[in-house]
């Protein structure tokens, strides 16, 4: 889980290397805890809005937040930010805030990704996507929003292809460890894991889009959505009905990163 933090851009260096050792210790040990069924808890910091994130972008992400806006089908809103999975009239909302390249958001999707891809299907609840790229300013480099720009492309062919895609991004075969190389940065990276989920293998259309960056400048749209939901503190943060689920922490509540604590969590605040 990753805390959100506005001011970290402005700290000094000496400050941020602090804080970084910090969150590797936390991180280490809280992996260790999720291993044995505990939850994983990380410190990163936020960079708010697009207009932050021009600021410490390279060439070609600059020129993405100034680009066209091309919605993806599938998506509603005026900036085609809003990402809602499901059967339209169920009763129940569950919500989930992420990165790509957030490994406990990864380790979320893992032991709880097809539960709550049943959930779906089933009518338990629909789904609203929210997606961030913070974590490609705080270690650098542009997976996240690439990987972003990516799922567009995949909502654009169907929901259920953005589902398969997203549960293949975070899974332990393809997910790119934090502080490793970049991975989701690579266009052809993405099109080979994409090429494990069979609406999108070997879709000529989608990996244009991939390739020409296509929904670039949706992506950050969708980031800056992300960014102006001030009450989530953490990544991943699962909301069902507007309630935050999971135990609380020191950094607000900690997602539910097993099956039986999911469900759990939901059946108490579900309507029926």
Request: aromatic share 6%.
């Amino acid at each position: 889980m990753s805390n959100r933090n506005n001011q970290a851009n402005k700290q000094a260096a000496r400050e941020r290397l602090r804080a970084e050792r910090e969150r590797q210790a936390k991180k280490d040990r809280l992996r260790r805890q999720l291993i044995v069924g505990g939850a994983i808890v990380g410190v990163l910091a936020i960079a708010g809005g697009i207009g932050v994130a021009v600021a410490t972008m390279g060439g070609d992400d600059a020129k993405a937040a100034t680009g066209p806006l091309v919605k993806p089908a599938n998506t509603s809103g005026p900036k085609g930010t809003t990402i809602v999975v499901g059967k339209a009239d169920a009763k129940n909302t569950l919500e989930l805030f992420e990165d790509p390249r957030c490994t406990y958001c990864a380790a979320f999707e893992q032991t709880v990704g097809a539960t709550v891809e049943k959930d779906i299907k089933d009518g338990k609840y629909k789904a609203s996507y929210h997606l961030g790229t913070f974590l490609d300013n705080n270690l650098q480099g542009t997976g996240s929003k690439n990987a972003l720009s990516a799922l567009g492309a995949s909502l654009n062919v169907s929901p259920d292809a953005f589902l398969k895609y997203k549960y293949a991004l975070y899974s332990k075969e393809f997910h790119p460890d934090e502080r490793g190389p970049d991975k989701f940065a690579d266009d052809n990276y993405l099109i080979k894991v994409a090429n494990t989920v069979p609406a999108l293998k070997g879709n000529a259309a989608f990996q244009k889009a991939v390739k020409d960056g296509t929904y670039d400048r949706w992506a950050l749209e969708v980031s800056n959505a992300f960014n102006s939901v001030k009450d989530v503190k953490n990544t991943p943060t699962i909301k069902l009905n507007g309630t935050v689920l999971g135990p609380d922490s020191l950094q607000g509540k900690d997602a539910p990163f097993s099956v039986a604590a999911f469900n759990s969590a939901v059946e108490k605040d579900l309507k029926k």
